[in-house]
Each structure stands twice: as C-alpha cells, then as structure tokens.
C-alpha cells in the first residue's frame, strides 16, 4: 500500500515514526480503493484510522462536495477521528469538517458552505443537519461506521438506522471495530469481513490483578497515585462511583478528574488534553470513554471494576499498549468469582503493592 502513496504522504508517514503498514492497513487497502462494502476487525491499537481513511481519501474528488461520511458512537472518538484526517487530508487539498453536539449548529451550517469533501460527527447532530438539507447523503458515495458494534446496539441506534435509511443501498458501507458483537446479517448485503487475529498473549501488553476489597478501591487508587510518574486511565461500571471516587481522591489534593457523560464538551476536552499533556496524574472514566481516547505513551489502565464481558474489557484494555507500545493493565478483584470471570478474558498475573513498589507474585 505504501508504494501508492503520494509524496506528501510518504513525507508525513515517515514523519509520524511509522515502519511499515500493520496487518489492518494492509488487508482494507485494495478491497477499500475498489469500492468494496468491508466490515473491518482488529485489535486496539493497530492503525484501523488510518487504515480505511487513507484508502477512502485517496477516491475522493478534490471540490466535488460531500463524499465521504464518518461516524462515531461519542464526541471524543469524533474529535479524535478528525484531528486524524485533517492532515492527511490536507495534504491531498481536501477538507474535513467535525459536526458535535453540543456546538453551534449555526456554526456548522456556515462552514458547510466551503464545500468539505469529508464530514465527521455524531449520529444524532449529523441526522438533525440531514433534516435540514445541510448534510445531503445522496451525495456521499462511502459511509463509515467507526465502533460500528457500538453504534448498532446502543441509544444511538436509532439515529443510525434513520441515517441509513437516506442512503441508497449501493454505497459503500465501512464497519470498524476492535470487536464484532454483531451479526453479519445487520449489515449492508454484500458486506465482506476482513478480521485480523487477536493477539491476547501479546508481549507488550501485561495483564494484572490485585486483590483488594471493594471498601479499599478508591484507597488503592491513592496509592497507586503515590508511584513515581505513574499515570493511569480507571474505568468504573457506575457513574455514581466513578463521582464519588473523584471526590474523595480531590479531597486529597490528588490530580485525578473523570470523564464523566454530563460534563459538558469543552470540559471534557480541556481534561483529556490536561491527561495527554501529563498534567492530570489519573482519568476516572466508564465504558463510553473506552471506545473514544488515543492516548500517546499511556503506561496503565486500571478496572476498578471487572468488565461486564470480554468484548468491554478488550476496548478497556486497548487504552494501552497501542501500536505495539508497551502497557500495563490491572484490575481490582474483590471475590474469586471475579476472578474466575478475569481469567476468561485474559491470562493474568497476580501484582501487589507495597512501599510505594509494584510487585508480580
């Protein structure tokens, strides 16, 4: 795929520290450019962006308008997806523009008037501007579902299915995820599956646990806290507990803040750049943040609370260890039925803590 590369992207490549195309990149590159439908399965961490932006882009015509749309089931993977593609894009004189709720819509409406060949949002603000006659899908040749599992089984289901519904059924579809966790038959007909293998035994990635009582999670939180240049992203099952471990961790002066679904967009964004600077320590989260953040360098992801599946605890996982990194992942266990339950998802290892150390049993 490379060698098909523009010079400007070759440059950019080279420039971003990357080797060679991963096993994603390689096998979406030809059915991609050839118009195929392609449901798109790999693990986190492996290049998927870039994976079918590049080959989409590459199709698309410089000032023709709407070709190419992309969705995303929250904010942050939108956002994410966008700062991706604007330089990639750029570098072929095409535009992209990010269509969020929770922005101005007014906003969004002017600047569709330059005429961007990629569009980038939400499901439910993007159907409002189809509404409009903003966004118009007769014109968009490829649809990409980006978390697609996410997207076709959750509150936005419904957004997704009447955006669907403008679609003429021979465009191309593009479903993307670290997992499937759906049926093949909820599809566009004629979809094909490319799956590159799960690796759960991966070298770079270790799987941990520690024994701790479920009065002592937040406690262990401070400790961890307390390593030298420890950072780290904790997911919890429950807001409410996701909240009140905030507190109880600022009331000790501790940097750790959450990500949490009632914060409003320029909130969570200021916190996710503080996270990335280095400038918050630890990020409190529940499972919409696991399908939304690429955090460069991030060294460790802690369950507080055990996954509710495997397919939770792959997306979870995948915060770390990305593009071959090294990561770490513990999870707190407070009975052995849970970790009956984590010795399903992962081989682990049991680490303790003490005297401000990390220790493998």
Sequence with gaps: MLTNFPKAWQDRWQEQGFD?????????WQPLQAGASIL???PTGTGKTLAYLLPLLLKLRKGQGQQLLILA??????GQLYQVSQDWAADLGLKTQLFLA??????????????PEVLIGTPGRILELVKLKKIKLLSIE???????????????????????GYVPKQHQHVYMSATQGISMDQLQAGTQLIAVAQDEEASH??????????????????????LEDFRGLAFFNALSDLGNAEEKLQYHNLSAYSLASDINLQMRKHILDRFRDGAISLLLATDLVARGIDIQGLDCVIQVDLARDKDSYTH???RTGRMGREGVV??????????KQLKKYASVREVVLKDRELYIL
Aim: hydrophobic share 40%; net charge positive; proline share 4%.
């Design 102 to 115: 929770g922005s101005s819509q007014k906003r969004q409406i002017e600047r569709l008037k330059k005429g």
């Design 205 to 226: 990635l270790q799987h941990f646990y520690m024994q701790v009582a479920q009065r002592d999670k937040v406690a262990t939180l401070r400790k961890l806290l307390a």
């Design 40 to 42: 798109g399965i790999s």
């Design 73 to 78: 089931p929250n904010s942050e993977l939108a």
């Design 142 to 164: 490829t649809i990409v579902l980006d978390e697609f599992d996410q997207l076709l089984s959750s509150s936005q289901l419904p957004f997704v299915e009447r955006l669907l």
């Design 20 to 28: 060679q195309a991963t096993p994603i990149q390689e096998a979406l």
């Design 316 to 318: 979870r996982a995948g």
């Design 330 to 339: 513990i999870t707190f266990v407070s009975h052995p039925q849970e970790l």
